[in-house]
């Protein structure tokens, strides 16, 4: 690990101005990935900013009738949190499906959505990988490489890497709205289907954030109802990051929503493939998929996806 310099912030207004102007700086909360990822030398800020004594750290009714989640929340407090519980229910199923109790003891909701993607080459400092280093060139597609837990839709010829969040997948499920602040005191309400980018030609650039804008809080509409249902598969039991992941929002009347995780660079969404919720999974998924560029060793995720969806489906028939 390479020496840098330590800051505490007090509010977001004093931590987008440390940040300002310091392409070497970064904000830290819990820490969970950004140490790891510090060690490993692929990241490796000259300043630290903790921003874990902004005060934002409180979920709090909105007058639309959502909640607004800020971003030091930790996602064990906002898994517990009654009305997630109550009127949210995919998300708080999603966030007890990530990582183990102790990290999400640590990880924070404006973390976790910043969180880097798990690809094995992203990892590996000795291999090529146009995210960490651009134009380096990509491992996982130049030299026939790995494959398996990469994506197969929103990928590009420069990096297949996926997202790992499963709290974003039940997050743009619910159309959240991620809050931002920078140095000059601007404020943007950014819906969290444009807050992601598709990696294209620049696969290094993973947000619309601006270098120092700093993520204040996370916000959900009013509540939608409904049967919701969040499905991780995975390689083993726990500690794993999704091979396909499923958040469903399922209506009376057979109508409703569905995300996907551990396919795309971002948490995958698309309103024609919500219209198709009626006509059942595979509808869907030929909606949700369309275009997808699997390769020979995870062209799988296409068909588990389908099958995943189509036992929630039946589930939620049964309730």
Known sequence: MREFSFERAGDAGQAATLAAGDTGAKFIAG?????????????????????????????????????????????????????????????????????????????????????????????DTNMACNKRSPGAGCAALDSGGFTRPLGVIGISDHCIATHPSDMAVAMRLLDAQVETLDAAGNSRSIPLEEFYLLPGDTPERETVLEPGEIITAVTLPAPIGGHQAYHKVRDRASYAFALVSVALVRQADGSGRVALGGVAPQPWRRAAADAELPNGAGAVMARLLDGARPTAQNAFKITLAERTLAAMLAEAEGN
Request: proline letters at 2%.
């Open 31 to 123: 820490g969970t990935n950004l140490l790891d990822l510090m060690k490993l030398e692929i990241e490796t800020p000259s300043r630290l900013i903790d921003v874990t004594g902004t005060g934002l750290d409180r979920i709090e009714q909105t007058d639309a009738g959502g909640l607004r989640i800020g971003a030091m929340v930790r996602n064990t407090d906002l898994a517990a949190d009654d009305r997630i519980r109550r009127d949210y229910g995919v998300l708080t199923r999603a966030l007890v499906a990530g990582a183990s109790g102790q990290l999400r003891n640590m990880a924070t909701s404006g973390g976790n959505l910043l969180q880097r993607t798990r690809c094995p080459y992203f990892y």
